[in-house]
């Protein structure tokens, strides 16, 4: 059964895309729910210099996506 939604899924331009957005919408909400739990009142505690440099490759990558997407926006209709 599992095979032939993939299938049918893969053969439609329009669900391969609805499928894509679902999938990009999931993880986004992932991401969001996991920092919007984050603290830091005691960040002093278990600060690292890894983590700083590690969110600042995230913020770029946040902004290349943000970029892209609206580049893809002029590519949309409204709606």
């Given amino acids: 059964m599992k095979s032939l939604v993939v299938e049918v ?3 439609d331009p329009g ?3 609805q499928e894509r957005r679902t999938k990009f919408y999931s993880s986004l909400q992932k991401a969001t729910k996991v920092f919007e739990e984050l603290t830091f ?3 002093g505690e278990f600060y690292e210099d890894d983590m700083v440099q590690r969110l600042e490759e995230l913020q770029r990558a946040v902004a290349v996506c ?4 609206r580049g ?5 209709p409204e709606g």
């Fill in 15 to 17: 669900l391969r895309v």
């Fill in 9 to 11: 899924v893969e053969t």
């Fill in 41 to 43: 009142d005691d960040a």
């Fill in 72 to 76: 893809a926006r002029g590519n949309h």
């Fill in 66 to 69: 943000i970029e892209s997407l």
